[in-house]
Nanobody, 123 residues
Framework: QVQLVESGGGLVQAGGSLRLSCAAS????????MGWFRQAPGKEREFVAA????????RYAESVKGRFTISRDNTKNTLYLQMNSLKPEDTAVYYC????????????????WGQGTQVTVSS
């Protein structure tokens, strides 16, 4: 069992930055692939970014590539998402999740989820 708690969301103007954190507890954090997803009102939850257990490989959705950076600190059991050049269309609830596989794009591959943190980008 892995418990995940996101933080760092908030209200920011377009062009601004936020850094999300996801604190993990329970089973060995470092053994999991970690991902970020987001869900806007009335839309399905969508993949944002993922990172391998070692941090050696990352993957991003096209919509955030070049603006967002995923990272992890296995010594602190924490996952991060640095979000720069934010746009109003980035407004959503952001979730972190843990998976045992590198099939990262689909929610079904992730066994553990946090409760989410709201990110609102004003124009």
């Amino acid at each position: 069992q892995v418990q995940l708690v996101e933080s760092g969301g908030g209200l920011v103007q377009a062009g601004g930055s936020l850094r999300l954190s996801c604190a993990a507890s329970g089973r060995t954090f470092s053994s999991y692939v970690m991902g970020w997803f987001r869900q806007a009102p009335g839309k399905e939850r969508e993949f944002v970014a993922a990172i391998r257990w070692s941090g050696s490989s990352t993957r991003y959705a096209e919509s955030v590539k070049g603006r967002f950076t995923i990272s992890r600190d296995n010594t602190k059991n924490t996952l991060y998402l640095q979000m720069n050049s934010l746009k109003p269309e980035d407004t959503a609830v952001y979730y972190c999740a843990a998976s045992s596989t590198w099939v990262v794009l689909t929610t079904a591959e992730y066994a553990y989820w946090g409760q989410g943190t709201q990110v609102t980008v004003s124009s």
